[in-house]
């Protein structure tokens, strides 16, 4: 079971319990509205999240985080969403600021 914390929601913390599948599936399922564009199908950027610890239990990034990391449209410690699977570990997360939503209150 791994714990999820997205530190600029008020440190929302979600549980995976047994779950697989992609972080943002866990993100939904837990009535968090979280931006993704194309669908999740790894064609924008728009789910991405700031990984602020825990990159070490995420899976490695697949070919479309690549392609974006070497276009410069993700940074070291961003990943997408969309495209990482949930972490056998904890991860703190951030809502990058440029993907936001306007309804929504976010913490510092």
């Not at 449209?73 to 306007?102: M, S």
Request: glycine content about 8%; hydrophobic content about 30%.
């Amino acid at each position: 079971m791994s714990r999820i914390v997205i530190e600029n929601l008020y440190n929302r913390t979600l549980d995976s319990g047994n779950r697989s599948g992609k972080v943002i599936e866990l993100i939904h399922e837990n009535g968090i509205d979280w931006m993704h564009a194309c669908g999740k199908k790894g064609r924008c950027t728009s789910c991405k999240m700031i990984v602020v610890s825990g990159m070490e239990n995420l899976d490695a990034p697949n070919e479309r985080e690549l392609f974006y990391k070497k276009q410069g449209r993700l940074k070291e410690d961003e990943r997408l969403c969309c495209q990482t699977e949930i972490p056998e570990g904890d991860l703190r997360i951030r809502v990058a600021e440029i993907n936001k939503f306007p309804h929504l209150d976010y913490s510092e």
